[in-house]
Every structure is written in structure tokens, then in C-alpha cells.
């Protein structure tokens, strides 16, 4: 699995593995039973357990099957075939410049309905200025190392702004108030930033909500997330991009979502956020 590093995929694997045991304890089964009614010799049973062997769509549905548990082959075939391209490192993506993922992720917001956004770090990309864009993409290729592309990045990030005013897009934000403070690039471009915030405001395709500093919370801080309808979430680190498909994950992070919405304030309350923001940067 070239696109994850070793240890990433070892733990993946076992985690899908360690689900097939528990299938086969529930069921009150062996491994060699599971060989047994699967048709297939004990030994393959054993690496799978082990995590050595990837279970293919097939041999999870006759594991399923063999555990009377046919009800959570969906999932763990998600599951499994999620190993192959979850944890993508950015500098693997970024070998040829930024330009390319800022396209990809054209392609996600455009084929979205609805897209649920938490960020606690920057300006998610569809709202943010040619100017604290290239501050921010900048940033990146001089940490990372990687080609610099940036004017053609910032061209193919800002280009998904259209979608706030084009065709039938819903995008609900959810933003930390230090988001607003993060200065990305200089004043000037912190507060042309905050300006266009306030500006998009309005639009009826936009929610907007701020955490506030100090809000009470029944979720704490995570990394940076994107919810992409019910099919595709895709969580930001430092060093990596991860893709979830797997149903299960993709609940956990729409719950989640769900309960950093019940610490936001919205409407002119966020709009205080904002111009207190403003005002700070003199």
C-alpha cells in the first residue's frame, strides 16, 4: 500500500481484523470453523486475524456470512477498502506543486450538495481571499518543500468560491474564534480576509458559525475536517490528507459536527465575532 505509511497501514489493517474477530467470537465460532464454513484452509483464517492478509469485498462477505452477521459486510468492506487511500502524506500529493489537490477538491465541493466544514485552524479554501490564499499556500510549499506553484494554486482554490453563488450548494461552517485571530500573512491581508467574511455573510447557501473563546463545549478541539454529504469526510493534519468512506467514521464526525454546532453562536452574534476580530488588527 504505497500511499500509507507502514505503521498506518499495519493499524488499519488490524482494526478491520480485529472487527472479524469480534464477528467471530459474537458468533461463537473458531477460526477453524470460520475456515470450514468459508471453504478455505485454516491458515488463511490465521492471517487474516493476524492482520497480515487484506481481506478481500469477497472474503469479507463469506466471513459475514459464516457469523451470521450478512447486516455488517457494508461496512467493513468500506472499511477495508478505506486502508488504500485514507492516509495520504501532503508532500506525496504536493511532489508537483499544490495546484493539483486544489483541483481535486474543485471536483469534491462541485459534485457536493450539502458541505459541513469545522476548522480550527484557517479560512476553509471557498472562502478565502486571492490574497490570504497565497499568504496561507506560500506558507505551505516553504514548510514542506515541495514546488512552488502558488499562483496557480491560489487561482484553482479561490475558483470554488463559484459555488457559493452557483447551482444548488449548501455549506455550513463551523470555525474556532482563534480562527479570526490567526493572522495569515500580514494585517492587511488578515483584514481584507475578515472583511469578505463578513461580506458572504447573507448568502443564503452559507451558515456560518463561530465557537467562541471561553464556550462551553461537549466536544473539544479537533483538526481541521470536511464533511462532504453523508458519503466522504476528509480530516486535515499536518502531514497528511485522510479520506474516510467507512460509515461508521463518517457518523462519529457528523455527530461530532452536530455537537461543536450546539457551542457556536450564529446570525449577529457571529458577526460581532467577526468585527471584534477586525477592530483588534487596528
Not at 106 to 112: D, N, R, S
Not at 222 to 237: G, M, N
Request: net charge neutral.
Amino acid at each position: 500500500m504505497p500511499t500509507l505509511p507502514s505503521s498506518n497501514a499495519q493499524a488499519a489493517r488490524e482494526a478491520v481484523a480485529a472487527r472479524l474477530r469480534e464477528l467471530m467470537l459474537d458468533a461463537g465460532l473458531k477460526g477453524q470453523d470460520v475456515a470450514a464454513r468459508c471453504g478455505w484452509h485454516a491458515s488463511k483464517t490465521s492471517r487474516i486475524l493476524r492482520g497480515t492478509t487484506p481481506p478481500s469485498a469477497d472474503v469479507i462477505r463469506a466471513w459475514c456470512v459464516a457469523c451470521g452477521a450478512e447486516d455488517q459486510a457494508a461496512d467493513l468492506i468500506a472499511a477495508s477498502r478505506a486502508v488504500e487511500s485514507m492516509y495520504v502524506e501532503w508532500r506525496r500529493l504536493h511532489k508537483e506543486g499544490l495546484r493539483r489537490v486544489q483541483e481535486d477538491f474543485y471536483a469534491l465541493h462541485q459534485q457536493a450538495r450539502v458541505c459541513r466544514v469545522y476548522v480550527s485552524n484557517v479560512i476553509p479554501g471557498f472562502l478565502q481571499t486571492p490574497a490570504y490564499a497565497t499568504a496561507l499556500l506560500s506558507a505551505i510549499t516553504r514548510f514542506q518543500g515541495t514546488p512552488n506553484d502558488v499562483p496557480e494554486a491560489v487561482v484553482a482554490r479561490v475558483a470554488r468560491s463559484r459555488f457559493l453563488y452557483e447551482g444548488n450548494h449548501r455549506f455550513v461552517v463551523l470555525m474556532e474564534e482563534t480562527v479570526l485571530r490567526n493572522c495569515v500573512g500580514d494585517a492587511g491581508t488578515m483584514a481584507g480576509q475578515l472583511r469578505h467574511l463578513l461580506a458572504v455573510l447573507p448568502l443564503a447557501s452559507l451558515s456560518l458559525g463561530v465557537i467562541p473563546l471561553g464556550a462551553e463545549r461537549s466536544v473539544w478541539p479537533l483538526e481541521a475536517f470536511y464533511l462532504y454529504d453523508d458519503r466522504r469526510t476528509v480530516v486535515e493534519t499536518l502531514t497528511a490528507e485522510i479520506q474516510i468512506t467507512q460509515p461508521r467514521e463518517i457518523r462519529d464526525y457528523t455527530r461530532a459536527f452536530g455537537e461543536l454546532t450546539h457551542s457556536a453562536v450564529h446570525g449577529d452574534a457571529a458577526r460581532a465575532r467577526i468585527d471584534e476580530a477586525l477592530t483588534a488588527l487596528g
